[in-house]
């Protein structure tokens, strides 16, 4: 087995690290009120809406190596990432199933946005967890079609 990856294509070990250290630093800077750029803003916002996770940035060391299994429930950092794909999909509008989604969960049907966002991060994970099982890339038509299928 490689560095770069297992035989599942699943990330090293410095390739965890160095995606949580991005997270890691981000939330640092925005607790010590330091300038941000715009990918840091949105990692401080999707952190700061989740204070179960904060205490996870207290051990550097502890938040980039700390493996999480499925048993131990939800990994945050695979949450606090699918919500911030999430942010990225409503910012841009792409794909547009997911922007029409969110409004309508949060419009109509009168849900948190946080609430809404979880429910279509649910979504979300099962299609990758889907492609990560296939071994290929995730269906975007079966993402979009499983959005549509909220707004009834």
Do not use: C
Request: proline share 5%; aromatic share 8%.
């Amino acid at each position: 087995m490689s560095e770069a990856a297992s035989q599942d294509n699943a990330p090293s070990r410095a390739q965890l690290r160095a995606h949580r250290q991005i997270f890691w630093d981000a939330w640092q800077k925005a607790q010590a009120d330091l300038p941000l750029n715009a990918l840091e803003v949105r990692i401080a916002r999707v952190i700061q809406m989740h204070p179960e996770y904060h205490h996870y940035f207290d051990d550097r060391d502890a938040f980039l190596d700390r493996d999480f299994h499925v048993d131990d429930g939800t990994n945050p950092y695979l949450h606090l990432s699918l919500h911030l794909a999430l942010e990225e999909q409503a910012a841009t509008k792409h794909p547009p199933e997911l922007a029409a989604a969110l409004d309508h969960l949060v419009s109509v049907k009168q849900m948190e946005r946080h609430d809404a966002l979880h429910q279509l991060l649910e979504i979300l994970a099962e299609t990758v967890y889907f492609a990560q099982r296939a071994g290929g890339e995730p269906d975007v038509a079966a993402y979009a079609r499983r959005l549509r299928e909220l707004l009834t």
